[in-house]
């Protein structure tokens, strides 16, 4: 289903929850929802279903205005994050319920039950009941009764938050299987943005009630349009003036923030950097191994920066003294927000060491 959401906004009593919300989401595509507690997150998915009413704009499915329709009639399948299943019913009758509401007959129901018991791998379990089951079962039935009524629209809203790491990863994996498998169009909300990187087509990040952003994950990271996005996704340092760093002295705005992250960074002896000139100096601070590559700390003018350095490239130590090249920065001041490359990498002065 294509979904067209228009000047969307909310009030709890005086609290202004979502704030002139406008998105478009293509059929089958998966959106990634992501952004702080408290965000407007829940509020966006609630008024998409209709069990919240918008104070103004407008919701579209298929070109249709949907405001006015309750919930049952707008083809939406939801996922909680507390599993919310029946406890007296068994995994099929859970699976089940959305049909018998519809009165669909016995049989087209036997069908149903037994296509999507198959489609999440839940073979065998139908007789038991919820507290049979651990956690990613239970979440398993939870997506097989959203689905059963072959609905337009999945919402999904952080159906992995109560789930362990590693089960969880798999979860996310079958998921993305499993709603390209269907087809279906989709809305996942979650805190976890490495999980709407490896899930979503699209991300859409919320902060106080605003949409900052919406775009690929790809998009999203080379370009954040806000500095609350640049600093939500990967890790970063925030410096209070970038004319602080060698190579950023002329950047042409008033007195600019800059944004550093991980991948922005080289860490190495002096002799292994080309531009010496445009490097600081740094102290290793700390060195975690993270399995393929060092995440290293290194103080720079009194800032923590962090960056990753090659398992190849001979092992640094706490306290060492080393060269550190920042090769661009984001960033940003109260008007406007850009990416800039290191000013000194392309001195053509050659350097002897
Ligand atoms: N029914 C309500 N009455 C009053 N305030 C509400 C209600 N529902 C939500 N809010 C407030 O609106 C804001 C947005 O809430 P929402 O649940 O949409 O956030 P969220 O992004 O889903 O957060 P989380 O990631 O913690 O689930 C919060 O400040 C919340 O306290
Ligand atoms: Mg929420």
Redesign the pocket.
């Known amino acids: 289903m294509h979904v067209e959401v228009r000047g969307l906004n909310?009030h709890?009593?005086d609290?202004h929850?979502?704030k002139d919300v406008n998105f478009g989401i293509t059929k089958g595509h998966l959106i990634g929802?992501l952004?702080?507690?408290?965000?407007?997150?829940?509020?966006?998915?609630?008024m998409l279903a209709g069990l919240?009413t918008p104070d103004s704009g407008e919701i579209v499915f298929h070109g249709k205005t949907v405001n006015n329709l309750p919930p049952q009639e707008r083809e939406i399948g939801f996922v909680f994050?507390n599993y919310a299943l029946f406890k007296h019913m068994t995994v099929y009758e859970n699976i089940a319920f959305g049909l018998k509401v519809k009165k669909a007959n016995k049989h087209t129901i036997q069908n149903r039950v037994a296509e999507l018991v198959e489609l999440t791998g839940l073979k065998g379990f139908e007789k038991r009941y919820p507290h049979q089951l651990s956690g990613g079962q239970r979440q398993r039935v939870a997506f097989a009764r959203a689905l059963a009524p072959e609905p337009q629209l999945l919402l999904l809203?952080?159906p992995f938050a109560a789930i362990d790491a590693k089960i969880r990863q798999e979860l996310r994996s079958w998921l993305r299987e499993l709603i390209e498998r269907v087809g279906i169009t989709s809305i996942f909300?979650t805190?976890d943005q490495d999980e709407a990187i490896e899930v979503a087509d699209e991300i859409m990040i919320?902060n106080q009630?605003r949409l900052e952003q919406k775009g690929t994950p790809w998009d999203i990271y080379k370009e954040p349009k806000t500095p609350f996005v640049a600093t939500f996704i990967g890790e970063s340092t925030l410096i209070g003036s970038a004319a602080e760093l060698k190579g950023f002295h002329n950047t042409g705005g008033k007195p600019t923030k800059a944004l550093i992250r991980p991948e922005y960074i080289e860490v190495g002896h002096l002799n292994e950097f080309k531009m010496a000139s445009a490097t600081e100096q740094g102290i290793v601070k700390h060195l975690h191994f993270r399995g393929s590559e060092w995440l290293v700390e290194v103080e720079v003018n009194g800032h923590k920066l962090v960056t990753y350095r090659s398992l190849e490239k001979e092992t640094l130590t706490p306290g060492q003294e080393i060269a550190v090249l920042v090769h661009r920065a984001y960033l940003f001041n109260d008007e406007r927000s850009w990416i800039q490359e290191n000013g000194l990498k392309e001195d053509p002065m050659p350097v002897f060491i």
């Open positions: 909310k709890f009593g609290f929850a979502v929802l952004g702080p507690s408290g965000g407007g997150k829940t509020s966006i998915l609630r919240e994050q809203d952080e909300v805190h919320i009630g």
